[in-house]
T-cell receptor, first 114, second 110 residues
Framework: GQQLNQSPQSMFIQEGEDVSMNCTSS?????WLWYKQEPGEGPVLLIA?????ELTSNGRLTAQFGITRKDSFLNISASIPSDVGIYFC??????????????FGKGTKLTVNP | DAGVTQSPTHLIKTRGQHVTLRCSPI?????VSWYQQVLGQGPQFIFQ???????GRGNFPDRFSARQFPNYSSELNVNALLLGDSALYLC?????????FGQGTRLTVV
């Protein structure tokens, strides 16, 4: 089945530093999505990418859809303590039956030291 | 606007019992999907429903079933619960490609 390799697994950074995480896959995806999840909550959508090569920003967050459609990265600039959480990449597949399912990476746990 | 709402938020069940989880999508969203998230992993796709019909099913046993109602709300049913079914069950609604998740139902099977 499809798998996403997300790295790094965890990051410990100082407030103000920039962060970069990425996802790779052997499969091609139609759409890449990045989510943030905090303890006891569901994932919150941060950025959606629809076209190969697309670079999209949302405040301090920037994400890109790889040219091959098999990878994506997320950058967070000037991190702050509230950036703490687990970040997930998700690739969207449309199956032959018309199902739209998300395949998730295992997450990157971000810790920000004040 | 209200986001995706799920109920209950927490649930404890005994092995062998069955459980029903409920989801109300964002107003106007016709697609509802269910995901299972075990500790330390990303969510795994269980079902997608669109306009009350099953569009897709993940690699889960037949003990898992779901349905969608005319108002687009959805139920996930799990029969003959196993300890391994303990997880956070997430519902997501979508209009196009972007999926928005509820806060989840934390199911503990003892």
């Amino acid at each position: 089945g499809q798998q996403l390799n997300q790295s790094p697994q965890s990051m410990f950074i100082q407030e103000g530093e920039d962060v970069s995480m990425n996802c790779t896959s052997s499969s091609i995806f139609n759409t890449w999505l990045w989510y943030k999840q905090e303890p006891g909550e569901g994932p919150v959508l941060l950025i959606a990418l629809y076209k190969a090569g697309e670079l999209t920003s949302n405040g301090r967050l920037t994400a890109q859809f790889g040219i091959t459609r098999k990878d994506s990265f997320l950058n967070i600039s000037a991190s702050i303590p509230s950036d703490v959480g687990i970040y997930f990449c998700a690739g969207q597949l449309v199956t032959q039956g018309g199902s739209e399912k998300l395949v998730f990476g295992k997450g990157t746990k971000l810790t920000v030291n004040p | 606007d209200a986001g995706v709402t799920q109920s209950p938020t927490h649930l404890i069940k005994t092995r062998g019992q069955h459980v029903t989880l409920r989801c109300s999508p964002i107003s106007g969203h016709k697609s509802v999907s269910w995901y299972q998230q075990v500790l330390g992993q990303g969510p795994q796709f269980i079902f997608q429903y669109y306009e009350k019909e099953e569009r897709g099913r993940g690699n889960f046993p037949d003990r898992f079933s779901a349905r969608q109602f005319p108002n687009y709300s959805s139920e996930l049913n799990v029969n003959a619960l196993l300890l391994g079914d303990s997880a956070l069950y997430l519902c997501a609604s979508s209009l196009w490609a972007e999926a928005f998740f509820g806060q989840g139902t934390r199911l503990t099977v003892v």
